[in-house]
C-alpha cells in the first residue's frame, strides 16, 4: 500500500500506520476535510473490508498511548457513525460505502477488548523530544489559588511542539484584541481601545507546557471580594464565544450579540488555524468557580471561520442621553450631541416619521433620552467599517 488510497470518500492520504502485518492494518489518513483510523476487518475474495472511523487528534493520540483501545475507538466513535468500506483487489472491481451507526456494527467486525496499540509514548513532533514542562495545575484550581481567571489554549496538531513566532505572536494578539472589543466601554469604531478598558482587560502569558502546545494565559488584575476580575465578563464572553463556534446555528445567534469589533479580531484568531490541521483545546476559568472547557476541531474551526467571513453586518440598539441637535423632516435625518462626547447623527426610522405626519413637532435644540439602532457593516477583506445610525425613539428628558 502506498501513502494513498482512493476511496468513496475520495483521496485519503495516510499519516501514519499503527500496526502492519503483511501490509498496514490499522493507520490514521485524512482527506480535505476530515481525519479517520482506518481498520482492516477482513480480506475477501474480491475485497478488503475496511471500517473508517473519523477522528480528531486528540483521539488519535489516546490510541497511540495505549489509553484507548481500536475497539472502543470503533464503538464508541465520536460522531456515532462509522464508514464500513469495501475496496476492490482489483481495478476491475468497484468499491462500496455504507454508513454504520455504532450500536449496529456487527461483533465480528470487531477487535478484541485488549486491542492496545503499544507504540512509546513519543510525542508527535518533528522532533523526538519536546522542551515544554508539563501542564501546571489545572485551570480550576490555578483561577482559585491565584484569585485569577485562568485561560488555557491548547494548539493541538501534527506538529505543534513548537510553533513559529508569527504564529504565537498572532495568536496573542488576536485574544487580547478580542477581550478588549467585549468590553462596551470600547465604544469608537476605530482607533485604541480607552485606557480603562486596557487597564481592565489586560492578559498575561504566564506559563507554556506540552499539549501539544499549551499556553496559559491569565487576567492581569487580581479578584475583589465577589471573586470577580475585572477581565472576567470578557474572558467568559470569549469562551462562550468558543463553545458557539461548534454549531452554526449557535454561532450565528451569538454573532448577533456581539460588536463587529469583537468578530473581526476572533475571525483572526481563527484564520490563523483555519487552513491547517489543528484543533483547539480550550478551557477557562474563573476565581469565582465558573468554568467551561470546549474542543474544537479542525472542521468546526473551518467551518466558523466561512460562517463568520460571510457576517458583514451587525446591529445593536444603545440608549443615548443628550441634545437632539437637528431635524430635518425632509431629508428624515437626525443630528444627536451626546453626553457622553460621542455625535450620532443618520436617519429617521418608519416609527417616528409616521408619528410626525400625524402632527407632533421637535422643538430643537432638545435635552432627550434616545434609542438609537447601531448598524455596522464591515467590509471583511479591508476590515474597515461603516456605521449607520436609526434613530428609533426619542423622549424629552426634564431638565
Given amino acids: ?8 470518500l475520495g483521496k485519503l492520504e495516510i499519516i501514519d500506520i499503527l500496526f502492519n502485518y503483511d501490509g498496514p492494518r490499522i493507520f490514521t489518513c485524512h482527506n480535505s476535510a476530515n481525519k479517520f483510523l482506518a481498520f482492516l476487518v477482513d480480506e475477501l475474495e474480491e475485497t478488503d473490508l475496511w471500517l ?6 486528540m483521539r488519535v493520540s489516546e490510541i497511540k498511548k495505549g489509553l484507548l483501545s481500536i475497539r472502543d475507538a470503533i464503538r464508541n466513535a465520536e460522531d456515532g457513525y462509522v464508514y464500513e468500506i469495501h475496496l476492490p483487489v482489483a481495478e476491475s472491481l468497484t468499491s462500496s460505502v455504507k454508513i454504520l451507526s455504532c450500536i449496529d456494527i456487527p461483533e465480528e467486525y470487531l477487535p478484541q477488548e485488549d486491542s492496545i496499540i503499544t507504540i512509546n509514548n513519543r510525542i508527535e513532533c518533528n522532533r523526538n523530544f519536546t522542551e515544554l514542562p508539563d501542564r501546571p495545575l489545572i485551570t480550576q484550581e490555578e483561577a482559585l489559588d491565584t484569585g485569577r481567571d ?3 489554549i491548547a494548539i493541538i496538531g501534527e506538529n505543534h511542539c513548537e510553533i513559529s513566532c508569527q504564529i504565537f505572536a498572532d495568536t496573542l494578539s488576536a485574544i487580547q484584541h478580542t477581550i478588549f472589543a467585549f468590553d462596551p466601554r470600547w465604544r469608537s469604531i476605530n482607533g485604541r481601545p480607552p485606557i480603562n478598558v486596557i487597564e481592565d482587560n489586560t492578559l498575561h502569558v504566564t506559563s507554556l507546557y506540552k499539549s501539544s502546545f499549551g499556553i496559559r494565559i491569565k487576567s492581569k488584575e487580581t479578584a475583589n471580594l465577589f471573586r470577580y476580575t475585572p477581565a472576567t465578563a470578557t474572558i467568559k464572553q470569549l469562551a462562550e464565544l468558543f463553545g458557539d463556534s461548534k454549531e452554526r446555528e449557535l454561532l450565528s445567534d451569538k ?4 460588536n463587529s469589533k469583537a468578530i473581526l479580531n476572533y475571525k483572526k484568531f481563527l484564520g490563523i488555524f483555519q487552513n491547517t490541521e489543528t484543533e483547539l483545546n480550550v478551557e477557562w476559568a474563573s476565581p469565582n468557580k465558573e468554568k467551561l472547557s470546549v474542543l474544537l476541531t479542525h472542521k468546526q474551526i473551518r467551518d466558523a471561520y466561512e460562517f463568520i467571513d460571510q457576517t458583514l453586518e451587525t446591529t445593536r440598539i444603545i440608549k443615548v442621553v443628550g441634545t437632539l441637535v437637528a431635524v430635518n423632516l425632509k431629508r428624515k435625518t437626525f443630528y444627536i450631541e451626546s453626553e457622553d462626547g460621542n455625535d450620532y447623527s443618520g436617519g429617521l426610522s418608519n416609527e417616528i416619521v409616521k408619528y410626525v405626519s400625524k ?9 432627550i433620552t434616545a434609542e438609537i439602532e447601531s448598524t455596522i457593516r464591515t467590509n471583511i477583506n479591508t476590515s474597515e467599517e461603516t456605521v449607520v445610525y436609526t434613530l428609533q425613539e426619542v423622549f424629552a428628558k426634564e431638565e
Fill in 359 to 367: 402632527g407632533y413637532k421637535f422643538e430643537v435644540p432638545m435635552l
Fill in 150 to 152: 485562568v485561560l488555557d
Fill in 255 to 258: 454573532l448577533k450579540t456581539i
Fill in 1 to 8: 500500500m502506498n501513502g494513498a488510497l482512493f476511496t468513496p
Fill in 52 to 57: 473508517f472511523i473519523p477522528v480528531n487528534y
